[in-house]
């Protein structure tokens, strides 16, 4: 079954080390967009990529990092730099970003906690 | 910008009652989306919707455009609908989305 698989589930990092995140989709879309979740607050959006080695900022890109080598993967670099970084990680994928609406598909998510 | 709120917050309900949801948002949208998220965290994408009302199983969305509202109907609710319901409005592709803030639902036997 197609799919978007977010590694690892969980992760923690002592503050100031840079982290990663995965993100590997297999349903040949071409949007990839990561979004952070916080208690209380509505998805906010990182960092989206329309097509293979392009990517625009978010409203929150400050503090994160990405790229789009390949179609299906799209990591999210979490940076010493983001101030708040614990939060919990999702990852989405869409058939076009420019076209007309279509639905996500979202990962199962990562849960970032910096010490 | 929009503003996408939903309400209740929070929302109790006992097996088999009908459970609706709302959402509104404050400026024209060319989409609406409700999503499920589960305890785990996973989201999934439950409905979009841009006029009129579409149906899944025991779940219906209806939408609003002059009232700037949607809602979520779920019928004969079950446990398994436990989760957290989430609007989310479009004002253009997918990088335009607005989230509300949620909608937690326990369905209690």
């Known amino acids: 079954d197609g799919g978007i698989t977010q590694s690892p589930k969980y992760l923690f990092r002592k503050e100031g080390q840079n982290v990663t995140l995965s993100c590997e989709q297999n349903?040949?879309?071409?949007?990839m967009y990561w979004y952070r979740q916080d208690p209380g607050q509505g998805l906010r959006l990182i960092y989206y990529?329309?097509?293979?080695?392009?990517?625009q900022k978010g409203d929150i890109a400050e503090g994160y990092s990405v790229s789009r080598e390949k179609k299906e993967s799209f990591p999210l670099t979490v940076t010493s730099a983001q101030k708040n970084p614990t939060a919990f990680y999702l990852c989405?994928?869409?058939?076009?970003?420019?076209?007309?609406?279509?639905?996500?598909?979202f990962g199962n998510g990562t849960r970032l906690t910096v010490t | 910008k929009n503003e996408v709120e939903q309400s209740p917050q929070n929302l109790t309900a006992q097996e088999g009652e009908f459970i609706t949801i709302n959402c509104s948002y404050s400026v024209g949208i060319s989409a609406l989306h409700w999503l499920q998220q589960h305890p785990g965290g996973g989201i999934v994408s439950l409905f979009m919707?841009?006029?009129g009302k579409k149906k899944h199983g025991r779940l219906i969305a209806t939408i609003n455009i002059q009232e700037k509202h949607s809602s979520l109907h779920i019928t004969a609710s079950h446990p398994r609908d436990s989760a957290v319901y989430i609007c989310?409005?479009?004002?253009?592709?997918?990088?335009?989305?607005?989230f509300g803030t949620g909608t937690r639902l326990q369905v209690t036997l």
């Open positions: 990529s329309q097509i293979v080695n392009d990517f």
């Open positions: 989310a409005a479009s004002t253009g592709t997918a990088s335009k989305l607005t």
């Open positions: 919707l841009s006029s």
């Open positions: 989405a994928s869409s058939i076009s970003e420019t076209g007309s609406n279509s639905p996500l598909h």
């Open positions: 349903l040949n879309h071409d949007a």
